[in-house]
């Protein structure tokens, strides 16, 4: 069963670099069998998809966020992380990864992490 | 982007059958997937595809979809189904590799 956890500062100071790293075990990032994305939920919010990586390097990311998001994956430690730029109080939220199957007509997240908080403040 | 919309609550009976839906153009191309999320957890997967539920998930939960609109139907609802539950799919916009999230519904059992 594959398993994901998040890791990372739970406080960033406002126009900073916010970084998390998520490791997986119970299966490999190379295999290619998931996208690998994160996802993030605003306090009492619903969930934002921030973008996903693939085992190969290949990145999507939400438009909204593309200009601030990197997403990369360190197949070695079998991680991928999560890098969003200059924050602000806006960007203080649950971040979550996940495993997604992307298909033909399917778009699932099947494995979640916990969730790590991370606060926005100075 | 595409949107995804779901009623902010609903609420059923204990035992009663309650449908959850979720309305958006990328349901005419793309399956929903549904998340059953209980306060201070994560998400989990509970439908995905045409109808198919992982491993654990009980058969009292179902997914169906017509046109725009995907459904989810709790037949029987227990008291451990209350719970926010949100879908999600492809986002039919653009070069469709992106993801959208529908808002989220918050269902009590009474």
């Known amino acids: 069963q594959v398993q994901l956890q998040e890791s990372g500062p739970g406080l960033v100071k406002p126009s900073q670099t916010l970084s998390l790293t998520c490791t997986v075990s119970?299966?490999?990032?190379?295999?290619?069998?998931?996208?690998w994305s994160w996802i993030r939920q605003h306090p009492g919010k619903g969930l934002e998809w921030i973008g996903y990586?693939?085992?190969?390097?290949?990145?999507y990311y939400n438009p909204s966020l593309k200009s601030r998001v990197t997403i990369s994956v360190d197949t070695s430690k079998n991680q991928f992380s999560l890098k969003l730029s200059s924050v602000t109080a806006a960007d203080t939220a649950v971040y979550y990864c996940?495993?997604?199957?992307?298909?033909?007509?399917?778009?699932?997240?099947?494995?979640w992490g916990q969730g790590t908080l991370v606060t926005v403040s100075s | 982007s595409s949107e995804l919309t779901q009623d902010p609550a609903v609420s059923v009976a204990l035992g009663q059958t309650v449908r959850i839906t979720c309305q958006g153009d990328?349901?005419?191309?793309?399956?929903a997937s549904w998340y059953q999320q209980k306060p201070g957890q994560a998400p989990v997967l509970v439908i995905y595809?045409?109808?198919n539920r992982p491993s654990g998930i009980p058969d009292r939960f179902s997914g169906s979809s017509s046109g725009n609109t995907a459904s989810l139907t709790i037949t029987g609802a227990q008291a451990e189904d209350e719970a926010d539950y949100y879908c999600?799919?492809?986002?039919?916009?653009?070069?469709?590799?992106?993801?959208?999230f529908g808002g989220g519904t918050k269902l009590t059992v009474l």
């Open positions: 990586i693939y085992y190969s390097g290949s990145t």
């Open positions: 999600n799919s492809r986002d039919s916009s653009g070069n469709h590799l992106g993801v959208v």
């Open positions: 119970g299966g490999s990032i190379s295999s290619g069998g998931y996208y």
């Open positions: 996940a495993s997604q199957k992307q298909q033909l007509v399917h778009e699932y997240f099947q494995h």
């Open positions: 990328s349901l005419r191309s793309y399956y």
């Open positions: 595809g045409k109808n």
